[in-house]
């Protein structure tokens, strides 16, 4: 295991996890994390992260900026973009020119907007693929929301595994989150992508709006419906991971 630091061009730097097994060549996963969370995503990231190695991939997990171990910083999409651009040529620097991007819930949207260059597949759990609407006043405290009135940002207590004390989130954050445009996330994407969805992105609408928009997907994407499972509570997990792994094997085939 290896503890990495990442330079941003605006100068933020990101924490991550890079880990090289030894028969790897030239392929690598890049995680793509969600909202208010870290590398680790609850462990999720970290037990999928295995079972890549295991079928001779190399796996970079880094906390985006503002998040985990990373530089404070405040939570935007703009941020989250060249967050990911600069994790992946970081590692193509490191020689891995070929890369998959795995990525989750908000994470997608990230990973859809970025698009870096040597990403040659993604795996997109929970995608967002168009605009969503949130009850603010359901997720955030009276004060948080007095504070980004007032203030224009506002501090959301972390309770992942790092030492960071709060998430710093703005207005433009909660547009980031909410007011985002199909024909910007998918128009003219180029790479093939596998989505996968549980029940719990059935309940919130989100595998309605991927069932809307799939045409709109490159020729070769496709869709898997996991039933009567929650990723979330971690069911259902051994389906993920095999999902996953056999649409990656295909599309970037790792080289011992």
């Avoid at 009276?142 to 998430?167: C, M, T, V, W, Y």
Wanted: aromatic share 8%; with cysteine.
């Amino acid at each position: 295991m290896s503890e990495v630091r990442i330079p941003t061009p605006r100068g933020v730097t990101l924490a991550g996890t890079f880990i090289n097994p030894v028969d790897t060549q030239d392929a690598a996963v890049l995680f793509s994390h969600s909202f208010l969370a870290d590398r680790h995503s609850g462990e999720h990231f970290d037990r999928l992260s295995r079972a890549y190695r295991g079928a001779g991939y190399a796996t970079l997990e880094f906390d985006y900026s503002g998040c985990g171990d990373s530089d404070d910083d405040v939570i935007t999409a703009a941020h989250g973009v060249e967050d990911l651009h600069s994790a992946s040529s970081w590692l193509e620097k490191q020689g891995f020119t070929r890369q998959v991007i795995h990525a989750h819930s908000f994470g997608t949207l990230i990973a859809l907007k970025a698009r870096p260059e040597p990403v040659e597949t993604m795996v997109l759990t929970g995608l967002v693929s168009g605009p969503l609407s949130f009850d603010w006043n359901r997720i955030f405290s009276a004060s948080q929301l007095d504070d980004l009135e007032k203030h224009g940002h506002a501090e959301i207590p972390d309770d992942n595994q790092s030492d960071r004390e709060f998430f710093i989130i703005s207005r433009q954050t909660l547009i980031d989150l909410s007011m985002n445009e199909t024909d910007d996330l998918l128009g003219n994407l180029k790479t093939p992508v596998l989505v996968i969805h549980d029940d719990d992105d059935d309940l919130r609408g989100l595998l309605e709006m991927t069932q809307e928009n799939f045409d709109r997907l490159p020729d070769g994407s496709h869709l898997e419906i996991v039933r009567a499972v929650s990723f979330g509570a971690g069911q259902g997990l051994d389906t993920l991971r095999n999902l996953s792994l056999d649409w990656v094997r295909k599309r970037v085939p790792a080289r011992r």
